[in-house]
């Protein structure tokens, strides 16, 4: 296996549109050729991690979840388990949660506790304020988020500053293209390319499961150390996303990519 190269300058340098929009990677080359999808998916990690550390933040990957009491057992809340991608550390993001049925029903009485890994939200919790900024979709009801959290694996993340044992003000990373470009000395062509959408850096979007929200501008993150957190409830459950069948993966090095679209600049 060859040593890994760095990747965004490069793409950038040919004129393709590299951006990170709610948590997504997406490239558009210059040539108008699509990007392999085995390729992508082999150096989607290190090109995110790249534009992460141009930018000077701390990307990280969603690893799982708890749902349980936290803070001594004072409260009932989620657990919301990260990774650096720059250094492999753990990152944690607590959210408050309702632990307990609010109606009886033929699963069980109002007021019960809910099956291990379940939760209830409502719309002025910040979790569910998290989630409407993924872009993901809500589930019909706001007791089954814990049947949609392996979606959280397909982006990337920021955390904000530390509040106590919290990391606080968890959202999809955002990079548009200019701002890449500006972060690596790149120069923009008068003539590049910039989506017809109304999207605040005039950015071109993709998003999984084929949804498409408004994009966000990048804020202002603070960098953050490595923290933990106390949880007396439910084991950590770590989703695996889809299960299809696995498409193979060909044997193309970075170089081989780049010289293949280089042709047609």
């Not at 706001?142 to 003000?169: P, Q």
Request: charged fraction near 20%; include cysteine; proline fraction near 8%.
């Amino acid at each position: 296996m060859e040593p890994s190269k760095p990747l965004l300058a490069s793409l950038l340098a040919r004129g393709d549109v590299v951006e990170v929009v709610r948590g997504v990677l997406t490239i558009a080359p210059a040539s108008g050729r699509p990007v392999p999808p085995e390729w992508l998916q082999q150096n989607r990690h290190q090109i995110t991690a790249e534009a992460a550390r141009a930018a000077g933040v701390d990307a990280l990957e969603y690893v799982g979840y708890s749902a349980g009491k936290f803070g001594g057992g004072r409260y009932a809340g989620l657990d919301l388990q990260f990774r650096s991608m720059a250094d492999g550390s753990d990152r944690h993001g607590l959210f408050n949660a309702e632990l307990h049925r609010d109606r009886t029903t033929k699963h069980g009485a109002k007021g019960s506790p809910l099956p291990p890994g379940q939760f209830r939200v409502r719309q002025g919790h910040k979790f569910y304020k998290f989630w409407v900024s993924t872009g993901l979709p809500i589930p019909r009801r706001l007791s089954a988020f814990h049947d949609y959290m392996g979606k959280l694996r397909n982006l990337v993340f920021i955390g904000g500053a530390i509040e106590g044992e919290r990391m606080a003000d968890v959202r999809p990373l955002s990079l548009s293209h200019p701002t890449l470009c500006h972060l690596l000395g790149v120069e923009l062509p008068d003539n590049s390319r910039t989506s017809s959408g109304q999207l605040p850096d005039n950015i071109r979007t993709s998003y999984p499961d084929k949804e498409s929200p408004q994009s966000q501008q990048l804020q202002g993150i603070e960098h953050h150390p490595s923290h933990g957190a106390q949880s007396h409830g439910n084991k950590v459950i770590r989703e695996r996303g889809n299960k299809g069948t696995p498409t193979p993966i060909q044997e193309q090095t970075n170089s081989e990519w780049l010289s293949e679209f280089a042709g047609a600049h």
